[in-house]
């Protein structure tokens, strides 16, 4: 018996080592955007904070980045990322960063209070003081935004207010994506759209 309940108890130990070291690994997986070899996904754990993670489901400031369709490189980051309760493939972001780089230009980045990852459909909601801004020199702000296909399409639904090179505007949806494949971003404003131009201002 005592040679039992040894066994049973250096089991015990191993499995209290191994089980969270598994869980982690399926939790970090909804990261996992891009299919293609490029991607790569960096999500660093602090080991005292490693039970509470484990426990909540919550991983702190992960990272991820990849390679979209149109050849774009996508870096998304968080402070937090905790699965759904319920859904499959579902997670849930606090202070998000979104980055998109493109040899076409302009680049664009997204930043907002939070964010939903939907990982079996290539999309993210952003939700809550959504920054919108590109290195054209446009910078928008609105309630909400969509991330399609990881960065090929991006829709922000209003009010939606913004400042560009010598030009203030104001619209109830804006979109921004490519006519073709390989070209660059380009924005489009549509509902109750307001521009305000000064010329004096590229001076």
């Known amino acids: 018996?005592?040679?039992?309940?040894?066994?049973?108890?250096?089991?015990?130990?191993?499995?209290?080592?191994?089980?969270?070291?598994?869980?982690?690994?399926?939790?970090?997986?909804?990261?996992?955007?891009?299919?293609?070899?490029?991607?790569?996904?960096?999500?660093?754990?602090?080991t005292f904070e490693l039970e509470q993670r484990i426990k909540d489901q919550q991983v702190s400031k992960p990272i991820y980045t990849g390679t979209n369709e149109a050849g774009d490189d996508v870096r998304i980051s968080a402070q937090t990322?905790?699965?759904?309760?319920?859904?499959?493939?579902?997670?849930?972001?606090?202070?998000?960063?979104?980055?998109?780089?493109?040899?076409?230009?302009?680049?664009?980045?997204?930043?907002?209070?939070n964010g939903t990852v939907f990982r079996n459909q290539d999309k993210v909601h952003l939700l809550g003081s959504v920054f919108v801004a590109n290195t054209d020199g446009y910078q928008m702000t609105s309630p909400e935004a969509w991330i399609y296909d990881r960065g090929i399409k991006i829709v922000a639904h209003g009010p939606v207010n913004g400042l560009g090179p010598a030009t203030k505007l104001q619209a109830g949806h804006m979109?921004?994506?490519?006519?073709?494949?390989?070209?660059?971003?380009?924005?489009?404003?549509?509902?109750?759209?307001?521009?305000?131009?000064d010329p004096k201002k590229r001076e």
Request: proline residues 4%; charged residues 15%; without cysteine.
């Open 1 to 46: 018996m005592s040679h039992q309940g040894l066994l049973y108890s250096r089991i015990v130990r191993v499995l209290k080592i191994f089980l969270p070291l598994i869980a982690i690994v399926m939790l970090s997986s909804i990261f996992l955007l891009s299919r293609g070899n490029k991607s790569t996904n960096a999500i660093p754990f602090a």
């Open 175 to 197: 979109e921004m994506n490519r006519q073709t494949k390989g070209g660059p971003m380009q924005i489009h404003f549509t509902g109750g759209v307001s521009v305000v131009y």
């Open 81 to 113: 990322l905790k699965q759904d309760e319920t859904l499959d493939g579902v997670a849930h972001l606090d202070a998000v960063n979104v980055l998109i780089t493109s040899d076409t230009k302009p680049d664009v980045t997204l930043t907002s209070d």
